[in-house]
T-cell receptor, first 111, second 117 residues
Framework: DAKTTQPTSMDCAEGRAANLPCNHS???????VYWYRQIHSQGPQYIIH???NNETNEMASLIITEDRKSSTLILPHATLRDTAVYYC????????????FGGGTRVLVKP | GAGVSQSPSNKVTEKGKDVELRCDPI?????LYWYRQSLGQGLEFLIY????????KSGLPSDRFSAERTGGSVSTLTIQRTQQEDSAVYLC???????????????FGEGSWLTVV
């Protein structure tokens, strides 16, 4: 699976949008972009995924650049409970491929 | 159940003892994964069961680690002759195997915390 590059950490203000960048310049055509987060002492939580179109669900929005070499996860109104490590992962779309986790971005939401 | 269920949630064992960790995947999920995460470290892939095919054991760190999946559902991860470096949280995850990419998202359990003393 293609590697991803994320900032090590970032802070954001409660109630503001949090924009989390991810670079995946070696992504191939059949690889999806997945985002997970891990709140302290809990298992990773699925957030969203996409192939090339922008995606939105009740948790977040995913913006993928046209060349698919980077993406941004947007938490529209960050809350203190969004403090977590956020992982951007690229994974082949064929059924059954595992997730390979990198270091992620440690997001701290401040009041 | 509604989510991936793991047991025990916490286990303290003496060095040299064997331990078994159990995972109940989401109902209907035919793919099952084991990961581990040592304190302050990232998630490390261990093993993957894909339906009736041979499992991908490429992440198992030593021959003291083994896993089985009975009846295509419940899985047990066994660690023999535990060492202190085996202390970690062991995470199980599951997904559908035979659906479109949009349908085979992987979901994780809350993990089994293992402490070897």
């Amino acid at each position: 699976d293609a590697k991803t590059t994320q900032p090590t950490s970032m802070d954001c203000a409660e109630g503001r949008a949090a924009n989390l960048p991810c670079n995946h310049s070696t992504i191939s055509g059949n690889e999806y972009v997945y985002w997970y987060r891990q709140i302290h002492s809990q298992g990773p939580q699925y957030i969203i995924h996409g192939l090339k179109n922008n995606e939105t669900n009740e948790m977040a929005s995913l913006i993928i650049t046209e060349d698919r070499k980077s993406s941004t996860l947007i938490l529209p109104h960050a809350t203190l409970r969004d403090t977590a490590v956020y992982y951007c992962i690229v994974r082949k779309g064929a059924a059954g491929n595992k997730l390979t986790f990198g270091g992620g971005t440690r997001v701290l939401v401040k009041p | 159940g509604a989510g991936v269920s793991q047991s025990p949630s916490n286990k303290v064992t003496e060095k040299g003892k064997d331990v078994e960790l159990r995972c109940d995947p989401i109902s209907g999920h035919t793919a099952l994964y084991w990961y581990r995460q040592s304190l302050g470290q990232g998630l490390e892939f261990l093993i993957y069961f894909q339906g009736n095919s041979a499992p991908d054991k490429s992440g198992l760190p030593s021959d003291r680690f083994s896993a089985e999946r009975t009846g295509g559902s419940v899985s047990t991860l066994t660690i023999q002759r535990t060492q202190q470096e085996d202390s970690a949280v062991y995470l199980c995850a599951s997904s559908f195997l035979d659906r479109l990419p949009s349908g085979n998202t992987i979901y994780f359990g809350e993990g089994s915390w293992l402490t070897v003393v």
